[in-house]
């Protein structure tokens, strides 16, 4: 997991940064410190807590509700062959009302059908919804690591040039020793957000596929599939059977492939801050 945050995100000391806006952070926020020494314990904590902010804006996630409506939705298809395949009855049957018994299953499994269609497209609306919310987070997020990426740098360029000042104390290495450790506790924050703004990622990859699919199957597979089950209710023709099958499987298995992207999001635990 570690190489796949190396991977996702660049580091904080590759990272193309303004030198100016380093001087300016020494000049004017850390030499200031150097009198008032007790404020570096403060030293882009705002940064963080603004992180902290945003990584607790968590929007309540429909993706397992998305989930679990295909999953349903692909269990009443696996059905379908029995509900909706024609059956031939003889006089008598039909004297007993046998063959309306059946159009009417036939007509509640589509009802049924439509029910959960229009189950899954809701929970997909609102999983599109929250995958914008998302994005607006994760690009905060980004440029707050940009800001603490400043901070951390100028911190490194103050410590690595200290030898040039000639304020050389007890008190001036104290703040040196204060110093380099405010940079490891702050390299660790991000290195937890870092693993934070994965996860974030990995969901929103899985929704996008989640929804990819559901949108394949709602658009195209499944308006093609009833259109096989109206075909052969007045014609039942041996290939015309194997196109309604065949259609069926090729719905089950786009949706399959939905949730089957999807079990990659029980893999993923929140790291701690």
């Not at 993706?63 to 909706?84: G, V």
């Not at 919804?129 to 994760?138: D, F, G, I, N, R």
């Not at 050389?168 to 924050?189: A, D, V």
């Not at 196109?243 to 790291?271: K, M």
């Amino acid at each position: 997991m570690t190489n796949f945050v190396a991977n996702s995100f660049t580091p904080i000391h590759d990272m193309e940064l303004d030198q100016q806006r380093i001087d300016q952070i020494k000049v004017k926020v850390l030499v200031p410190m150097l009198k008032s020494p007790n404020l570096l314990s403060y030293y882009a904590d705002h940064i963080v807590q603004q992180q902290n902010h945003v990584l607790i804006q968590k929007t309540s996630s429909h993706t397992t509700d998305l989930s679990q409506s295909i999953q349903h939705l692909i269990e009443h298809l696996n059905q379908s062959q029995k509900s909706l395949t024609p059956r031939y009855f003889n006089r008598f049957q039909r004297w007993l009302g046998q063959h309306l018994e059946y159009r009417g299953q036939q007509y509640q499994y589509i009802e049924q059908l439509i029910a959960q269609i229009n189950q899954a497209a809701n929970f997909s609306r609102l999983v599109a919804s929250e995958m914008a919310v998302s994005q607006q987070y994760m690009q905060e997020l980004q440029i707050l690591r940009q800001e603490l990426a400043y901070y951390v740098i100028a911190a490194q360029q103050f410590v690595q040039e200290s030898p040039q000042f000639n304020a050389q104390s007890m008190q001036f290495e104290h703040f040196l020793q204060r110093l380099q450790q405010k940079i490891n506790t702050l390299m660790t924050s991000q290195s937890a957000t870092d693993m934070a703004m994965l996860q974030m990622q990995l969901q929103q990859q899985v929704a996008m596929t989640l929804l990819d699919r559901f949108t394949e199957a709602r658009q195209i597979l499944i308006p093609a599939w009833q259109q096989h089950v109206l075909s052969i209710q007045y014609q039942q023709t041996p290939q015309q059977l194997q196109q309604l099958n065949d259609a069926r499987h090729a719905l089950i298995r786009r949706l399959h492939q939905a949730l089957e992207n999807n079990q990659i999001s029980g893999d993923i635990t929140t790291p701690q801050q």
